[in-house]
């Protein structure tokens, strides 16, 4: 079966939103285009049990213009990656702002957090952090990734589509 699902990245600026994005399609990049106001779209398909999905994967630009097209960005998502920096507690503590905007548009779709930027030495943001957003959301699930040495970064977008799957939102 193949299908197209659109996915948003939510989470501060300079978490690491794009890096990720760039990291797991870096084979494809040239489809990405722009849209209106510095949101990038980039497309990849991710093979799951007998599925096929074309991500259509939305990466927002300039935080300052959010507010304004935060419905835009949010309309028809399946699921999302919401991201702090684990070297940033001010990242975290923002998630359930992001979280919150992103349920109130689009109801109770799957969400993976994580913890990005795991390479660094100094960080604050522990599993049990992690866990507490999990359990207050649910329908969720949470990794540490590295944009910067690869870690966890397929796993992330391939364990949302296996979330997605699992809703039957991906057919
Ligand atoms: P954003 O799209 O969420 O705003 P970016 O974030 O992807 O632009 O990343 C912001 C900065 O964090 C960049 O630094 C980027 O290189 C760095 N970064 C992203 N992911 C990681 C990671 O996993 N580990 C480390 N150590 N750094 C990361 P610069 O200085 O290049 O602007
Ligand atoms: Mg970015």
């Known amino acids: ?49 007998n599925y096929i999905v074309t991500l259509a994967i939305w990466d927002i630009g300039g935080q300052d213009v959010f507010r304004q097209i935060r419905s835009k960005y949010f309309f028809g998502s399946s699921g999302a990656l919401a991201i702090c920096d684990v070297s940033n507690p001010k990242t975290y503590e923002n998630l359930p702002t992001w979280v919150d905007s992103f349920k109130n548009e689009v109801g ?24 507490a957003i999990v359990d207050k959301y649910g329908n969720a699930e949470f990794l540490f990734t590295s944009a910067k040495d690869g870690t966890n970064t397929e796993k992330a977008f391939i364990n949302l589509v296996r979330l997605m799957v699992a809703e039957e939102d991906v057919i």
């Open 1 to 49: 079966m193949h299908s197209t699902s659109k996915i948003v990245l939510i989470g501060d600026a300079r978490v690491g939103k794009t890096s990720l994005v760039r990291r797991f399609v870096t084979n494809m990049f040239d489809p990405s285009y722009q849209i209106t106001l510095g949101t990038t779209i980039m497309k990849k398909d991710v093979e799951y049990l």
């Open 108 to 131: 109770d779709k799957p969400i993976i957090f994580l913890g990005n930027k795991c390479d660094l030495k100094d960080t604050e943001i522990k599993e049990e952090d992690m866990k």
